[in-house]
């Protein structure tokens, strides 16, 4: 019985312990030019080795609706990871979301409204 809340015990503890330095991603800056019709996001995620922790997936969303979703093998620098996308649909005052999901734990997401 004692051995088995051990065992419990030390497995609930390196699970929390996996997760510590894992982080979701701290900010998300986005621009969009209007006369290109790109969308920039700078997925700001800071990690020490980005090609084991890093943003494993982006996706854009249009007035709530899913346009894109892009997996990603691995992160840019260990700061963040940047993305461009071209959303030829986008009207003036839609509104533009991104989110993005690290590989071990979390998300974030920011939305701008679009001024053509």
Do not use: W
């Not at 007035?63 to 996308?85: A, E, L």
């Amino acid at each position: 019985m004692k051995k088995g809340i051990v065992i419990c015990a030390l497995l609930v503890f390196l699970s929390v312990a996996s997760n510590v330095y894992a982080h979701p991603p701290t900010d998300i800056r986005i621009t969009f030019d209007s006369k290109t019709k790109m969308l920039k996001a700078v997925i700001e995620h800071n990690t020490k080795n980005f090609t084991n922790h890093y943003t494993k997936t982006v996706e854009v969303k249009l007035n709530g609706k899913k346009i894109i979703s892009h997996t990603i093998s691995r992160q840019d620098n260990h700061n963040t990871q940047t993305v461009y996308y071209l959303i030829p649909d986008v009207k003036n005052g839609d509104v533009l979301a991104v989110e993005g999901y690290c590989n071990m734990f979390g998300n974030q997401t920011k939305k701008i409204t679009v001024k053509i």
